[in-house]
C-alpha cells in the first residue's frame, strides 16, 4: 500500500500538483493517513507554497464522512479568516475533499517530549512548550466567538503539533462519539477516554468549554509525566502511545468506571462532584506519579527541591483535573500563566544550583608545561635577571647623555649671547658713523639720498655667520633666553657707554636751498637704485635702473609711483595740490600701494625747484 502511495501523484483544486517524498514515511492514523509531498510547479491560487516546499497531505482513508466533512471546513475557515492560524495553514484539497494539503509539522507533542524527556531542563521545555499551547488554544476561543458552527478541540498529546520553526498547533478538531446510553453497561467508549472532562462525557447540561479544556490539558500534562516515570524505569513506550489504557491515570478511571456504570447519569443536568470519588484532589496513585517524575530533574540528588516541586505540580493538577468545572482555572490562559510560573521557579532554582555547585567547586585554571617545571622556572629567573640588568645599564648610558646636552646647551647659550653682543655693538657703530659723516659732509646736491652707509659691513655679516652656524648646531631648544632680549641689552650696554652729547637720530634731514638738474646723477642713478633696494628690502620693491636713467622726480605738480610705491609733499597746510606750492620746508612722504605712510624727511623747496628722490626706506619713520 505505501509503495503504491509514492508512485501515485495528485491534483489539487488549484491545478497544482503534488508528488510524495520519497525519503518520508507515510504517517497512519486511526481514519486517516499523512503523506510528505511537494510540488514543482509554481504557487496557484491559494496554493501560495513556494516551489519544492515540503507539505502534508492528509488523506481519510474510513471513518464518519460528515465529521471529516466539518472538521476540513474547519481548518479551511482558519485559513481564509486568521492571518496567523492556530492551526497548519489549509492549501490545497485532492480527490474531491477527500484529501487537505497543509503545512507541514515533523513531531507532535507526544514524539517531541520523547526526545527531550531525559534532556537537561527538559521541564523548562516542557512548561514552556505547554504555556505556548495554552495560547493556542486561547486564539482558537476567540475564532470560536464568531461562529457557531464552530467544533470543539480535540486535545491529546499526539494533535498538537510542531512546525518546522518551532510553533505549536492545534490540528484535531470535532465532537466525541458515544455509543453508552443509559441503563446500558458498556466498555466501548469511542472518544478519546484519558482525555475527555467529565461533563463532555456525561453530556452534562452548561458544560463549559473552557474548563473542559483545562481539564484536557491536565490529564495531557500528567500523561507526560509518565512518559518520563516509564523511561527511567525502563519500560518501554507502547504502541498505542499516550492514547492506550498504560497512560490513563487514576483520575480518569474513576470518571470511566462511573460512565460504564451509569452513562446517563448527568444527562440534561449539572455534573454532581459528589457523586465521585475524590473531587478536590487527585487519588494517590497519581500524586505517587508526580513525586517519582521529578526524581533527579535537578541533575543531582535534590530532596527537598524535588519535593517542592511535586508539592507546586499537584497544586497545579488538582485544581486543573477538579471534578467540579467551576473549580478549575477560568480559563485556558490562567492556566498557561501557571504554567510559565512554574517554569521560571524551576529555572531559577536550576540557576541558583549551579551557582552553589560553583562556590564549593570553583574551576582552576592550569597550565601545561613541557619539561621539568623547575628547571624552566629557573630559567625564567635568570632571563628576568638578565633583562633588568640591561634595563639599568641602558639607563645609565641615558642620564650620561643628559648630563652632556646640557652642557652644550649652555654652552651654545653663552656663545650666542657674545655673538649677539657683538652684532649690536656694529650696529651702533654703523649708526655712529652714518651721523659723523651727514654731519660732517656738507650738501653737495640738491638730492636728499638717504642712504646708510655700509661701513663695518663685513664684521656684520661675519658675525651674522658665526651667530647662524652656532644655531643650527644648538638646535630650536638651546636656550631660555630670547634673541630680542640679548639685542635690547647690547644696545642698552652700547649706548650707555657712549659719551655725553653723542648725536642722536634726526627726524629730518634739510637739502641746499639751491636745486638744479645735475647732469651726474644719471651717473650715480646705478648706485642708488641698489642702494634703495637694500634699505626697501621687505616694504616695497624698487626696479633697477639703468645707467644714465634719472631716478624718480618728484615735482611740485603732485606726485608719482615708483615701482608700486607713491612720494608726495606734505607742507604747512597739508597736501600740496598739483601745481601749488609756495616756497618753503616740505616733508616728502613716500607709501606703499595700500600701505601705511612713511615720513622720508624735510626739503627746503623755492618756486619753481624740482626735486630728484631716491625711494630707499633706510631711515623712514613710520607715521601712525
Same mark, same amino acid.
Given at each position: ?33 499523512? /503523506?510528505?509531498? @511537494? ?8 496554493? &501560495? ?29 482558519? %485559513? ?49 512548550? =505547554? ?26 498529546? @499526539? ?15 470535532? /465532537? ?39 481539564? @484536557? ?14 523511561? $527511567? ?40 462532584? =459528589? ?36 508539592? $507546586? ?14 473549580? =478549575? ?224 622726480? &618728484? ?19 597739508? $597736501? ?22 612713511? %615720513? ?10 624740482? &626735486? ?13
Amino acid at each position: 500500500m505505501e509503495d503504491d502511495s509514492k508512485k501515485k501523484r495528485w491534483t489539487g483544486q488549484t491545478g497544482r500538483r503534488y508528488t510524495p517524498i520519497a525519503e518520508e514515511s507515510c504517517r497512519q492514523g486511526e481514519h486517516v493517513t499523512v /503523506h510528505a509531498v @511537494s510540488s514543482a510547479d509554481a504557487p496557484l491560487g491559494r496554493s &501560495i507554497a513556494s516551489a519544492g516546499t515540503r507539505l502534508a497531505l492528509k488523506l481519510r482513508t474510513g471513518g464518519d464522512e460528515d465529521a471529516w466533512s466539518l472538521e476540513s471546513q474547519n481548518l479551511q475557515a482558519l %485559513s481564509r479568516t486568521v492571518a496567523t492560524p492556530p492551526s497548519p495553514r489549509i492549501y490545497d484539497q485532492v480527490d474531491e475533499g477527500a484529501g487537505l494539503v497543509m503545512e507541514w509539522c515533523p513531531l507532535d507533542l507526544e514524539s517531541w517530549w520523547a526526545g527531550v524527556m531525559d534532556a537537561p531542563e527538559c521541564f523548562r521545555a516542557l512548561f514552556q512548550s =505547554r504555556s505556548e499551547i495554552c495560547r493556542r488554544v486561547s486564539e482558537y476561543r476567540t475564532f470560536t466567538r464568531e461562529r457557531e458552527d464552530a467544533l470543539p478541540i480535540v486535545l491529546r498529546p @499526539s494533535t498538537v503539533l510542531r512546525r518546522g520553526d518551532g510553533r505549536w498547533l492545534l490540528s484535531r478538531f470535532g /465532537h466525541p462519539a458515544r455509543v453508552a446510553t443509559e441503563g446500558i453497561v458498556t466498555k466501548i467508549i469511542a472518544a478519546p477516554e484519558n482525555f475527555t472532562s467529565p461533563e463532555v462525557l456525561f453530556d452534562a447540561a452548561a458544560a463549559s468549554q473552557p474548563a473542559a479544556e483545562c481539564w @484536557s490539558l491536565g490529564c495531557m500534562l500528567l500523561s507526560l509525566l509518565q512518559m518520563r516515570v516509564f523511561s $527511567r524505569d525502563g519500560v518501554p513506550m507502547p504502541a498505542t502511545g499516550t492514547c492506550g489504557h498504560h497512560f490513563r491515570s487514576h483520575r480518569v478511571n474513576l470518571v470511566n468506571d462511573l460512565y460504564q456504570r451509569k452513562p446517563g447519569l448527568f444527562a440534561g443536568r449539572a455534573l454532581d462532584p =459528589r457523586q465521585f470519588l475524590y473531587p478536590d484532589r487527585l487519588p494517590e496513585p497519581d500524586r505517587k506519579l508526580v513525586e517519582k517524575s521529578v526524581e533527579g530533574i535537578f541533575g543531582t540528588p535534590q530532596p527537598e527541591l524535588e519535593a517542592q516541586l511535586s508539592r $507546586r505540580l499537584l497544586q497545579l493538577l488538582d485544581k486543573a483535573l477538579s471534578i467540579d468545572p467551576a473549580v =478549575r482555572h477560568a480559563d485556558t490562559v490562567e492556566l498557561g500563566n501557571d504554567l510559565e510560573q512554574l517554569g521560571r521557579w524551576y529555572r531559577e532554582t536550576l540557576q541558583g544550583i549551579a551557582l552553589a555547585q560553583a562556590e564549593k567547586n570553583p574551576v582552576v585554571q592550569t597550565q601545561v608545561f613541557k619539561g621539568p617545571i623547575r628547571s624552566r622556572t629557573d630559567e625564567a629567573l635568570d632571563e628576568m635577571k638578565t633583562s633588568i640588568k640591561d634595563f639599568g645599564e641602558i639607563l645609565q648610558e641615558l642620564r650620561a647623555q643628559q648630563d652632556v646636552l646640557s652642557e652644550q646647551l649652555q654652552s651654545a647659550a653663552q656663545s650666542r649671547r657674545v655673538l649677539w653682543l657683538g652684532l649690536g655693538l656694529v650696529a651702533c657703530l654703523q649708526v655712529t658713523l652714518y651721523y659723523q659723516q651727514r654731519i660732517s659732509e656738507p650738501p653737495s646736491t640738491a638730492a636728499a639720498a638717504l642712504v646708510i652707509p655700509d661701513a663695518g659691513a663685513g664684521a656684520a655679516q661675519a658675525l651674522a655667520e658665526d651667530a647662524a652656524a652656532v644655531d643650527a648646531a644648538a638646535g630650536p631648544d638651546s636656550g631660555d633666553v630670547s634673541e630680542e632680549v640679548l639685542a635690547e641689552e647690547s644696545l642698552e650696554e652700547v649706548v650707555a657707554a657712549e659719551p655725553a652729547g653723542a648725536p642722536v637720530e634726526p627726524s629730518s634731514v634739510e637739502a641746499a636751498p639751491e636745486v638744479a638738474p645735475d647732469p651726474s646723477a644719471a651717473a650715480s642713478g646705478e648706485a642708488l637704485s641698489s642702494a634703495a633696494q637694500a634699505a626697501a628690502d621687505g616694504i616695497v620693491s624698487v626696479p633697477e635702473l639703468s645707467a644714465g636713467e634719472p631716478p624718480g622726480l &618728484i615735482t611740485s605738480t603732485g606726485s608719482i609711483s615708483v615701482a608700486g610705491a607713491t612720494a608726495w609733499l606734505m607742507g604747512p597746510e597739508g $597736501r600740496v595740490s598739483p601745481g601749488v606750492h609756495e616756497p618753503g620746508a616740505y616733508e616728502v612722504f613716500v607709501a606703499q600701494e595700500g600701505g601705511a605712510p612713511y %615720513s622720508l624727511g624735510t626739503v627746503q623747496l623755492a618756486a619753481g625747484d624740482a &626735486i630728484q628722490f631716491n625711494c630707499g626706506f633706510g631711515t623712514c619713520k613710520q607715521i601712525q
